[in-house]
Every structure is written in structure tokens, then in C-alpha cells.
């Protein structure tokens, strides 16, 4: 999530928004590939998110669109620069909540909403929600988890402001920093966001590094 905003409550945030667009349940998908490759199959046809942490730079991992095939290996659709962590020495702890990145595994996709208004929690305009989960200690529920970006609900920029980090804008590198969330800059989100809805949404997230 943005790194300078508290997290407020999914509900209060729906509330303010009318809700997001749900996704439908999808099949099973398979294992997400090793960076920049592509590997094994699929039960069905269909799309989904797979993020590889880059251990050595947490703010320079990568996140795919990916298409699940049912007799060829899965196809690399698209693939951004995205970061995950606060950038501090718990930005690679998956059960330091607000901190960590999140922890591997597979994820259902819930929702997705162009015009998501999350109020002072720093998560605006096109946002992917996914569901919680508990991190490797067992007791841990890593929770309000989101691919998104920095800007206002609407999907516009806000004002430059020489000397400050401004969180409703792209202000630079710094800005793949998060309360653990993944974030991408706005033209790759925009670019999610078409290519998503040319291929069909995806209902997983895979994590893994």
C-alpha cells in the first residue's frame, strides 16, 4: 500500500466507492514461471497475475500477465516493473504487516474497479484487490492487499510539488515502495488494465521468489 497512508477497513473503503467489480471464480492455474520464461501447462484456458520478487531489489520485481493453456506452456502476455515492500529491513519479511511483502502463494483475484476512491489510505484510480493470507509463521494475516498505483480516484495526476512525495502522484523510483501491496507506475497499470480486458480478467495472483 502507499507508504505514507494508514490502512483503513476494505468495508469503509467500499463504502466509499459503491464497491468494486467482482471476479468470477476461475479453474485451477498452474505454477507461475521462473522470470522472463514461460513453463508447463494448464487445466484450462485463462488469464492471471504472477509476481516474481527480486530478492537482491524488492522495488524492482516483476509482475505478468499471464495466459494458462490447456496443451502448451503458459504464454507471458505482458510483463511491468513492480515493487512490493516499504524499502526498509523488513521490506523482505512477508509477515511484517504494513512492511513485508507478500508472502508466496496463490491468490484469488476479488475485485478490480478503474475509479477506486481509498480515501487517505493511498489507494486510488485502478486498483486489483486480492484476498488476504496468512504468512509463513502460521499466525499472521497479511490483509487489505492490492495491485495499484498513485494517483487520484479518477485516474489523473495530481500537482507536482518540488521537494515533496506527493501520493497522488508518480513522483519517481521511490514510488514502488509500499505498506506491502504491489505497485506499478500508471502508464503499466493503464496497460494492465487494457490488456486484461482484452484477454479476460485474470482470477489468480501467483507470488513467488
Not at 44 to 57: E, P, R, V
Not at 169 to 193: E, M, Q, V
Amino acid at each position: 500500500m502507499g507508504i505514507r497512508q494508514r490502512i483503513v477497513p476494505l468495508a469503509a473503503a467500499l463504502a466509499l466507492t459503491g464497491g468494486l467489480t467482482a471476479v468470477a471464480t476461475a479453474p485451477a492455474l498452474a505454477a507461475g514461471p521462473k522470470a522472463g520464461q514461460t513453463t508447463g501447462t494448464a487445466a484450462a484456458d485463462g488469464t492471471y497475475l504472477y509476481f516474481k520478487k527480486n530478492q537482491s531489489n524488492p522495488g524492482d520485481s516483476r509482475l505478468y500477465l499471464m495466459k494458462s493453456l490447456r496443451n502448451a506452456k503458459d504464454k507471458v502476455l505482458a510483463k511491468y516493473r513492480a515493487g512490493a515492500g516499504d524499502g526498509g529491513p523488513n521490506s523482505k519479511n512477508e509477515c511484517a504487516s504494513s512492511q513485508g511483502w507478500l508472502p508466496n502463494g496463490t491468490y484469488q483475484v476479488l475485485a478490480h474497479d478503474e475509479h477506486y476512491n481509498g480515501g487517505d489510505q493511498g489507494i486510488n484510480g485502478k486498483v486489483i484487490h486480492v484476498e488476504d493470507k496468512v504468512c509463513e509463521n502460521g499466525r499472521t494475516t497479511r490483509a487489505e492487499l492490492f495491485v495499484h498505483s498513485e494517483m487520484w480516484p479518477e485516474g489523473s495526476q495530481a500537482d507536482r510539488q518540488p521537494g515533496k512525495d506527493n501520493p497522488y502522484r508518480w513522483d519517481g523510483p521511490d514510488d514502488y515502495r509500499s505498506l506491502g501491496c504491489i505497485k506499478l507506475n500508471p502508464a503499466h497499470i493503464t496497460n494492465l488494465f487494457a490488456k486484461a480486458g482484452q484477454y479476460g480478467w485474470p482470477t489468480k495472483l501467483k507470488v513467488a521468489g
